[in-house]
């Protein structure tokens, strides 16, 4: 495999204070599936100065075009969504005290509601879910999950003509940095967005980098159908974070079950519940790792999806893989992620971009 | 003046764990100071704060009682990167998922409740509500790190920033029972500058969630005339029963039950009357769940009264409350300080 070394302009991208900067005002950004808006404005003002092609798509999604130079440019499309989980007012209970039913959207916990401040409508008008207190609820009741069916949100009676039925709502949380650890809401997936946005700014001379910001990933990956469609890449790679099961086990035995553990690197996927990885990328990142010292760790096979599970039966097919920054608590109001697993995901897929040559297509699918 | 806004939200960002309240009592006692004649603080941890009023002695004193602890978590036990902890005060452990904690170790680390998968918990807590023995809290720390800065028996406060709504609503945790403390320093605001008949004990007590131990040592050592305890109560919220629960905004409950003797139940409520402050009954058939339990029977026993504040949501980091109705409550406690004349206890029989 030939290598193409990397050009002045291609320096490798780095996390520097102004990454964690930018981190911090994408996570703190509300876009629940759907209503993306936020996010797509700190992506567009981040990226327009280097993109050789901007537009916004039918439903949202922000596609963008970097060209490479010379000859046998491979077309590499590599999406992160923007959207998040969260919630959706659906009915004004009692309309002079600010009370809403809601239903979530996307694959939200509801034992991680009661108690939680959340941001609601365009505006972040503030609410809470709240809970009945302790002192009024029977052991019993106690012993019962909170459904959706017992819980509201309430923005207070002062505000309650300032969110309306369809408002989303996001939890309220603000990113914090703590020791090794960077901690916030929607880390799914806006370590993938970040990512992304340095990997368009230091974009690989050897490929045509076709970036796709999509919408709509936790509600059934429909960014990405219609995305990898209108760019038409010849290799797919989904940038997005997940689960790290790695807690301790209740008796102290082993946990076999972890997905993903933090610390241990970029998680390179084998096989989740909508996709069966390309091997071919999965022995290019992996060689990639292993000639440039990065740490990475297979996600254990298993359930949960990413965007490359639309993409990869796009038209004639695109031969797909995910790349993920493990993350403690996703889908809850605050999700841990180590600094130094984002680090080595930029550096890894950045390495794995400049190798790519459209040899590796050349070779079978499953080839040993 | 005090801003009351700003001062409250300065009390809930404080710790105060019941049995720990130094770091909150001291923004109160730098409040009430300027207010009051002299200050103290209990064996056990109360502040006293004594305004002294202008009859011969020995003069009749009101205590005026509003607990500053507030509930909770203590660290139990430490594995690996993680902690596990158990509830100082009452806590239902299914608000507790998600919460933001600062654990208070050999520094303030700021900590996360998690709740470990189904597959890494006991057989017996895989389905429904995790136990809090089994919830972790994360600090986002190696254990290597984590290791010299955390021991069993310290502390974790609940650290959800607090925020305003509009029409004058405050949401945070611990306002259970700092917006009483509110209250009471508003008290002490209306009453500056009036001559009062009878001394005013303004008392921030100690570890009401836990035992009651503030209230009833410090009503044993100043011996009041008469106490009102001011604590916070159940407002009209999703899920609560509506016979038990009062509107927020409305103006402060007055308990009327055992707990309370009804002459002073009748004084004050005569007194709101008078003043157009609004305010609803809240009857308590046993114990009121506050520190006027244990005031009403501190020594030889003392006439008590109990106001309260309506709070949505109790002892949970959300916790929501009217500021009108905590002014509301400091005015009426300042009116009642101010109402009594030397006669007062004597024309409080049980002959009606």
């Not at chain 2, 920033?161 to 320093?185: C, I, K, Q, W, Y």
């Amino acid at each position: 495999m030939t290598t193409i070394h990397d050009s002045p302009k291609t320096r490798p991208p780095r996390i520097t204070a102004e990454q964690l900067r930018l981190l911090e005002n994408l996570t703190n950004a509300c876009a629940v599936s759907g209503d993306e808006n936020e996010v797509r404005k700190i992506v567009l003002q981040e990226i327009k100065p280097f993109a050789d092609e901007v537009y916004i798509d039918h439903l949202g999604n922000v596609l963008v075009k970097r060209l490479g130079k010379g000859e046998d440019r491979l077309r590499v499309m590599l999406a992160a969504h923007m959207d998040e989980v969260g919630f959706m007012l659906t009915f004004n209970e009692d309309k002079g005290d600010g009370i809403f039913r809601f239903d979530i959207v996307g694959g939200v916990s509801t034992s991680h509601l009661a108690g939680q401040p959340l941001w609601i409508g365009r505006e972040h008008v503030p609410g809470v879910i709240g809970a009945k207190p302790v002192h009024l609820t029977t052991g019993d009741e106690q012993g019962t999950p909170l459904s959706i069916e017992s819980l509201r949100i309430d923005v207070g009676p002062g505000n309650s003509g300032k969110v309306k039925i369809g408002d989303r709502a996001a939890f309220a949380t603000r990113f914090s940095r703590v020791g090794p650890s960077l901690r916030a809401k929607a880390l799914d997936d806006r370590l993938g967005v970040a990512t992304l946005i340095e990997l368009v700014k230091h974009a690989p001379q050897n490929i045509d980098l076709l970036a796709a910001f999509t919408v709509q990933e936790e509600v059934g990956l429909r960014g990405a159908k219609v995305a990898a469609y209108s760019l038409d890449p010849q290799i797919a790679i989904a940038l997005d974070s997940t689960p790290a099961n790695d807690l301790p086990a209740w008796d102290g035995s082993e946990n076999e079950r972890y997905n993903t553990r933090l610390g241990s690197g970029p998680a390179i996927y084998l096989a989740d519940s909508a996709t069966l990885s390309d091997p071919r990328l999965v022995r290019h990142l992996v060689e990639t790792a292993e000639a440039q010292g990065i740490p990475y760790q297979f996600r254990q096979p298993g359930g949960g999806g990413t965007d490359a599970g639309a993409m990869h039966k796009q038209r004639q097919g695109i031969p797909s893989i995910s790349v993920s920054v493990p993350g403690r608590y996703l889908h809850t109001p605050v999700s841990i992620a180590r600094l130094s697993d984002w680090k080595n995901t930029l550096a890894l897929l950045h390495s794995a971009l400049i190798r790519l040559t459209p040899a590796i297509l050349q070779v079978e699918r499953d080839a040993p | 003046m005090t801003d009351l806004l700003p001062f409250l939200k300065n009390l809930i960002s404080a710790s105060g764990l019941s049995g720990h309240e130094t770091p909150v009592r001291q923004l109160i006692e730098a409040a009430w100071r300027p207010l009051v004649d002299e200050v103290t603080v209990s064996r056990v941890g109360s502040l006293h704060a004594l305004k002294r009023g202008i009859s011969a002695e020995p003069r009749p004193s009101l205590l005026l009682a509003a607990h500053m602890d507030a509930i909770g978590l203590i660290v139990t036990g430490i594995n690996g990167e993680f902690l596990r902890v158990t509830e100082i005060g009452g806590l239902d452990a299914r608000v507790l998922p998600g919460q933001i904690v600062t654990v208070h170790g050999r520094e303030d680390l700021p900590g996360l409740i998690v709740q470990p998968s189904a597959h890494l918990l006991p057989p017996d807590n895989r389905s429904g509500p995790v136990a809090l023995h089994n919830l972790l809290v994360d600090t986002g720390l190696t254990s290597r790190e984590l290791d010299p800065l955390v021991r069993v028996g310290d502390l974790a406060s609940f650290a959800q920033p607090p925020f305003e709504m509009a029409g004058d609503v405050l949401v945070g945790h611990s306002l259970d029972n700092r917006a009483s403390v509110a209250a009471v320093t508003h008290c002490l605001d209306e009453l500056q500058g009036r001559k009062l008949l009878w001394d005013v004990w303004a008392v921030a007590t100690s570890q009401e969630e836990k035992s009651f131990a503030g209230a009833s040592t410090s009503a044993y050592q100043l011996r009041p005339t008469l106490a009102v305890a001011i604590d916070v109560t159940f407002a009209s919220s999703p899920g609560s029963p509506g016979h038990k629960t009062f509107d927020m905004g409305k103006g402060p409950t007055l308990g009327y039950g055992p707990n309370v003797h009804p002459g002073v139940y009748k004084a004050v409520k005569n007194l709101a009357d008078r003043l157009e402050i609004p305010y609803a009954v809240e009857v308590m058939p046993r114990h009121s769940g506050t520190d006027a339990y244990a005031l009403q029977v501190a020594a030889e026993g003392i006439p008590t009264m109990l106001v309260s504040i309506p709070l949505r949501y109790m002892h949970t980091a959300v916790e929501m409350i009217s500021m009108k109705d905590i002014t509301r409550a400091g005015r009426l406690l300042a009116e009642f300080a101010a109402s009594l004349d030397l006669e007062f206890i004597d024309n409080l029989t049980w002959e009606d």
